[in-house]
């Protein structure tokens, strides 16, 4: 059974930092893990991704101020999110490619939300 959990949303004043961890079960040859996001009334947006060999990718919006990283003995993937402001709010997707099957598996998804 494939689950992706999801953890460390919450609420947290502007300037403030977050982290989010996802971690992976029930999923075979393992790539890419990334993180989207929502907010209401919008698409789904890339966050960043990172393959299974550490290569990273940053929305222009969050570079600088947001590191994704990974432990693949753990198949968990982080989002250090540093100097949050209210556009950083959203829902945070985990996402995770078995790159065999080329098939995309999603988390139940967790909130951030920015505001003092």
């Known amino acids: 059974q494939v689950q992706l959990v999801e953890s460390g949303g919450g609420l947290v004043q502007p300037g403030g930092s977050l982290r989010l961890s996802c971690t992976a079960s029930?999923?075979?040859?393992?790539?890419?893990m990334g993180w989207y996001r929502q907010a209401p009334g919008k698409q789904r947006d890339l966050v960043a991704t990172?393959?299974?060999?550490?290569?990273?990718n940053y929305s222009d919006s969050v570079k600088g101020r947001f590191t994704i990283s990974r432990d693949n003995t753990k198949n968990t993937v982080y989002l250090q999110m540093n100097s949050l402001t209210a556009e950083d709010t959203a829902v945070y997707y985990c996402?995770?490619?078995?790159?065999?099957?080329?098939?995309?598996?999603w988390g139940q998804g967790t909130q951030v939300t920015v505001s003092s």
């Open positions: 996402k995770a490619t078995n790159w065999w099957l080329s098939r995309d598996y």
């Open positions: 029930g999923i075979s040859n393992l790539g890419d």
């Open positions: 990172i393959s299974s060999r550490g290569n990273t």
